[in-house]
């Protein structure tokens, strides 16, 4: 075997650990344990808690990979909705997209978001992802709300409803998911319709 092979050899297992870690941080947060350990994450990948600290700096290290890997497995459900679509339509295909996402990832937004104190990574991550749902909210509705006074605030109202921690709450009430929905779409629609005329 060729230096060249075993040094490829040596890369490719020591990034198949890595793999294997994150996938432990985040199959621990989906199951809904929001502050695994070293030695839980260690378990979970079948590695030693030092071998942890061998493939990250640190945990915050750690948890900067996983939330850019979380994003990637993401990217499917962030294609833009169409802005052209009619002033329903975008209410609709807005909300579906954020249910979607809230659905399959809350486990993992909840565990960063204890996490986020702790460690500047998770932080900067939330931070921005909060600051494009907002870009979102005004490329889809800020036409329809003009150049009324209140333009801002009525912004932060629907992109408080189609957001995660609105979207927490009515399923803790024990709503289903298409209960929920309605409850959304109908709320950003009156927030957003009655300012939209010709729209």
């Not at 912004?155 to 289903?176: I, K, N, P, Y």
Request: charged share 30%.
């Amino acid at each position: 075997m060729t230096t060249t092979s075993t040094v490829d050899g040596r890369s490719a297992r020591a990034q198949r650990t890595r793999d294997s870690v994150v996938d432990a941080v985040l199959d621990l947060a989906a199951a809904g344990n929001a502050r695994p350990t070293a030695r839980e994450i260690a378990d979970g990948a079948g590695i030693s808690v030092r071998s942890v600290y061998v493939h990250f700096d640190d945990l915050d290290d750690l948890f900067r990979a996983a939330a850019d890997r979380h994003f990637q497995d993401m990217a499917s459900l962030l294609t833009p909705v169409d802005a052209s679509l009619g002033l329903r339509e975008r209410i609709e295909a807005s909300a579906d997209q954020r249910i979607e996402i809230h659905e399959r990832s809350g486990g993992i937004r909840r565990a960063a978001e204890q996490w986020a104190p702790h460690s500047p990574a998770l932080a900067e991550v939330l931070r921005r992802g909060r600051a494009l749902a907002r870009q979102d909210v005004e490329r889809l509705f800020g036409p329809a709300l003009g150049d009324r006074r209140d333009h801002d605030a009525m912004l932060s109202a629907v992109t408080v409803l189609l957001g995660a921690e609105a979207w927490d709450s009515l399923r803790a009430q024990g709503l289903s998911v298409r209960a929920a929905r309605e409850v959304v779409v109908q709320s950003v629609e009156r927030l957003v319709t009655p300012l939209a005329a010709g729209s």
